[in-house]
Nanobody, 123 residues
Framework: QVQLVASGGGLVQAGGSLRLSCAASGDTFRSYAMGWFRQAPGKERAFVAANTWSGGNTYYADSVKGRFTISRDDAKNTVYLQMNSLKPEDTAVYYC????????????????WSQGTQVTVSS
């Protein structure tokens, strides 16, 4: 069983930056696929970014490419989402997710989820 705790959300002006963190329990963190998703009001949950495993490939939604970066610190069992050049349309509740193996970017590919952290970008 893996427990995920997401943090780092907040209110920021357009053009600003935030870094989200997701701390994971368990000793097999390195092998886990890790992803970030978001859900805006009235919309379905959407993929944002993913890392297949420690040192593996990364994937991004087109809407965040060049602005967001996913990274992980295996020593701290933590995955990050650095968000730069934020836009009002990035406003959403953000979730991190962990998968025992890499199965893709769909939400159904992940086995464990964090609670959400709210990101609000003002114009």
């Amino acid at each position: 069983q893996v427990q995920l705790v997401a943090s780092g959300g907040g209110l920021v002006q357009a053009g600003g930056s935030l870094r989200l963190s997701c701390a994971a329990s368990g000793d097999t963190f390195r092998s886990y696929a890790m992803g970030w998703f978001r859900q805006a009001p009235g919309k379905e949950r959407a993929f944002v970014a993913a890392n297949t495993w420690s040192g593996g490939n990364t994937y991004y939604a087109d809407s965040v490419k060049g602005r967001f970066t996913i990274s992980r610190d295996d020593a701290k069992n933590t995955v990050y989402l650095q968000m730069n050049s934020l836009k009002p349309e990035d406003t959403a509740v953000y979730y991190c997710a962990a998968g025992r193996v890499w199965r893709g970017v769909a939400g159904t590919s992940y086995d464990y989820w964090s609670q959400g952290t709210q990101v609000t970008v003002s114009s």
